[in-house]
């Protein structure tokens, strides 16, 4: 695994900030954690890439809060391309 980044899915939507902080802080140190509010998905930033890997391969088709978690490494945002056509 390259990034430090995972993409977190299948999320119920009253999943807080705190409790996915306590649940990948079994395997290392989270830096920053970001849930897109009403998407059910989101991202965890662990402090080095081991330490995301162990947690993918933990959590990865686990049980959380009755749902069943998709976690990945985060792909980078795609770039947005200019539209040709006027907007309305």
């Known amino acids: ?50 330490e995301a890997e162990k947690a993918k391969e933990a959590l990865d088709s686990s049980d959380f809060k009755g749902r069943t978690l998709k976690v990945d490494e985060a792909r980078p945002p795609r770039s947005r391309e200019k539209r040709d056509y006027p907007r309305y």
């Open 1 to 50: 695994m390259q990034g430090s980044k995972l993409y977190v899915g299948n999320l119920d939507y009253s999943v807080t900030n705190q409790q996915l902080e306590e649940l990948f802080s079994n395997y290392g140190e989270v830096k920053q954690i970001n849930i897109i509010e009403g998407k059910g998905f989101g991202f965890v930033e662990m402090s080095d890439p081991s």
